[in-house]
T-cell receptor, first 116, second 112 residues
Framework: GDSVTQMEGPVTLSEEAFLTINCTYT??????LFWYVQYPGEGLQLLLK?????DKGSNKGFEATYRKETTSFHLEKGSVQVSDSAVYFC???????????????FGQGTILTVHP | NAGVMQNPRHLVRRRGQEARLRCSPM?????VYWYRQLPEEGLKFMVY????????ESGMPKERFSAEFPKEGPSILRIQQVVRGDSAAYFC??????????FGQGTRLTVV
């Protein structure tokens, strides 16, 4: 079955440092890939997405590129802020038409803490 | 345009009681998904519903758990005879047939 593996956490950085959170996946066909962010006590918010190979998703300074050859979707940000402290989830959904959208397979999440 | 609405935000139940969790999808969305997040873990898919139909319940525990999405009103996740292991955050998501889902803020169930 489908699976998503995220880098081991937690990740602790100083403000303005460069961020990378690794994500690799196993899936048949061509899934859509997502990064979600969860702030303490809140639900998940979609951060960015990519629906086909070589697509780059970007939002709020975060970027991730859909790499089919390495089955990866690593999250990067050039300069993190304290407000970026949250849990980040990589996820996929199979591209099998509308009936599968929203049925997400999640990675285990990576806790990011950014210090001033 | 209101997002996905879940209520209650927090729910406390004694062992053996029933828990009912409600989810109203985003306007125009007809696909509803329920997920469970156990402490220190990621989200796990439970069930996928459309109006009056269960499409995929492959992630639902075999006993005590049920879900519905009636023609009128919110989707309901029902847990009968709750046990301490049911304590978790339950999230609902909705989609409109595009490759992204929108999540509610979740219901945090505590079984005492």
């Amino acid at each position: 079955g489908d699976s998503v593996t995220q880098m081991e956490g937690p990740v602790t950085l100083s403000e303005e440092a460069f961020l990378t959170i690794n994500c690799t996946y196993t899936a048949t066909g061509y899934p859509s890939l997502f990064w979600y962010v969860q702030y303490p006590g809140e639900g998940l918010q979609l951060l960015l997405k990519a629906t086909k190979a070589d697509d780059k998703g970007s939002n709020k300074g975060f970027e991730a590129t859909y790499r089919k050859e390495t089955t990866s979707f690593h999250l990067e940000k050039g300069s993190v802020q304290v407000s970026d402290s949250a849990v980040y989830f990589c996820a996929l959904t199979p591209n099998a038409g509308g009936t599968s959208y929203g049925k997400l397979t999640f990675g285990q999440g990576t806790i990011l803490t950014v210090h001033p | 345009n209101a997002g996905v609405m879940q209520n209650p935000r927090h729910l406390v139940r004694r062992r053996g009681q029933e828990a009912r969790l409600r989810c109203s999808p985003m306007k125009g969305h007809s696909h509803v998904y329920w997920y469970r997040q156990l402490p220190e873990e990621g989200l796990k898919f439970m069930v996928y519903l459309q109006k009056e139909n269960i499409i995929d319940e492959s992630g639902m525990p075999k006993e005590r758990f049920s879900a519905e999405f009636p023609k009128e009103g919110p989707s309901i996740l029902r847990i009968q005879q709750v046990v301490r292991g049911d304590s978790a955050a339950y999230f609902c998501a909705s989609s409109g047939g595009t490759p992204e889902a929108f999540f509610g803020q979740g219901t945090r169930l505590t079984v005492v």
